[in-house]
């Protein structure tokens, strides 16, 4: 039987690393929160997922490398938020809202962290036939 | 992997806050210092934060924040007339720091609320890189 641990562990990991991005872009946001001039960024997880998913799937040849699209930031993926009240320094970082989206990110890190945990576990009672 | 560089952002987050606490401080220290002339009494200083990218990575998503410099306030100190007070000058004026109190305690509590915001983000990313490790144990 083929058995592949990408297919076994499905969209997880590269949940896991879009959100980890998305964590550091957050933390940037924060700490730049009295910056004047800082523009607060964000990515479009969805969008950023798709990507990291067809990165890998359009490989027109064996031997190609996947590509990685987390790790190779360019730039274009990453959007500006649009403030609710701008400051007049021209920073554009809300901490509340921020806040508010770091936990929810951390949150779903977490739920994808279980998604992995459960595979894992899984696969090794298999493995061991639930002996430990 | 990419979430160590959260500690960087967020410690860059907290020396630059931790900074202007520092300033603020000294200001609130000198808040009513008097000078025979207005050369040597305090001014008011304030930090400049400026948004810092890694040099050899300059990566967008990766923007910790530095203080560039500490500028002193060019406003004139306030000028008084105290022929009695023991610094005043030959015309019996004195010179007051122009540092407003309210203004520097309210500088000092936005320091300190993102202060903790910068804490918060650090506890969250070593929570879910402790959890990260124990995965599948």
């Given at each position: ?132 | ?6 500690f ?114 650090l506890n969250t990313t070593k929570e879910l890189m402790l ?7």
């Amino acid at each position: 039987m083929a058995f592949s641990l990408d297919e076994a562990f499905g969209m997880h990991p590269q949940a896991v690393a879009v959100r980890s991005k998305r964590m550091q872009i957050i933390a940037s946001n924060l700490a730049n929160a009295d910056t004047p001039g800082y523009q607060a960024r964000d990515i479009d997880f969805r969008e950023l997922l798709r990507n990291e998913q067809n990165s890998r799937i359009v490989r027109t040849h064996a031997r190609h490398l996947g590509g990685n699209a987390i790790n190779n930031t360019t730039g274009s993926e990453l959007k500006y938020r649009v403030p609710l009240q701008p400051a007049q320094d021209g920073n554009t970082v809300e901490p509340q809202f921020e806040q508010a989206i770091f936990a929810d990110n951390a949150i779903r890190f977490q739920a994808s962290l279980m998604f992995l945990d459960g595979r894992i576990r899984s696969l090794s009672d298999a493995i061991t036939g639930g002996l430990r | 992997m990419s979430m160590f560089r959260i500690f960087e952002i967020a410690g860059s987050g907290m020396a630059a806050q931790s900074v202007r606490l520092n300033v603020t401080a000294s200001n609130l220290a000198n808040a009513d210092m008097v000078a025979g002339s207005p050369g040597e009494v305090y001014r008011k200083r304030q930090p400049v934060f400026a948004t810092y990218m890694d040099p050899m990575r300059p990566d967008p998503a990766t923007a910790g924040v530095r203080v560039t410099n500490i500028s002193t306030s060019s406003a004139q100190p306030q000028k008084n007339y105290e022929p009695g007070h023991p610094s005043a000058n030959a015309e019996g004026y004195v010179y007051r720091a122009n540092v407003d109190s309210v203004e520097e305690m309210v500088n000092m509590m936005s320091a300190a609320r993102s202060y903790q915001n910068n804490i918060e983000i650090l506890n969250t990313t070593k929570e879910l890189m402790l959890r990260t490790l124990n995965m599948g144990r």
